[in-house]
Nanobody, 127 residues
Framework: QVQLVESGGGLVQAGGSLRLSCAASGRTISSYGMGWFRQAPGDERECVAA????????HYSDFVKGRFSISRDSAKNTVYMQMNSLRPEDTAVYYCAADSLPRATVPKHATQKYKCWGQGTRVAVYS
């Protein structure tokens, strides 16, 4: 079973940037698609970005396209999300997750497709 630990969240002014990290342990995640999700108070958890197992294909939700970027470093067993041009509406707890099946060819954006979740890192954007 893989364990995922997110870091990099914090308080940032609108227009600023943060880079979230998701460090995996227990097994390699290099064969698994990965996703970043977020959940604001009172809202459903939603997909922000996802990538297939090779990293060749990515998916971004419309509200972050052009601002956020997902990437992975297989040597470090870590997935990242660079977040630029942050807005107050990006305020949420951000979670990373590993696909339940290995070598999925397309990135998945449905929460039920992911088996392993981190504990989340909080991002707060003020105007």
């Amino acid at each position: 079973q893989v364990q995922l630990v997110e870091s990099g969240g914090g308080l940032v002014q609108a227009g600023g940037s943060l880079r979230l990290s998701c460090a995996a342990s227990g097994r390699t995640i290099s064969s698994y698609g990965m996703g970043w999700f977020r959940q604001a108070p009172g809202d459903e958890r939603e997909c922000v970005a996802a990538m297939n197992w090779s990293g060749a294909m990515t998916h971004y939700s419309d509200f972050v396209k052009g601002r956020f970027s997902i990437s992975r470093d297989s040597a470090k067993n870590t997935v990242y999300m660079q977040m630029n041009s942050l807005r107050p509406e990006d305020t949420a707890v951000y979670y990373c997750a590993a696909d339940s099946l290995p070598r999925a060819t397309v990135p998945k954006h449905a929460t039920q497709k992911y088996k392993c979740w981190g504990q989340g890192t909080r991002v707060a954007v003020y105007s």
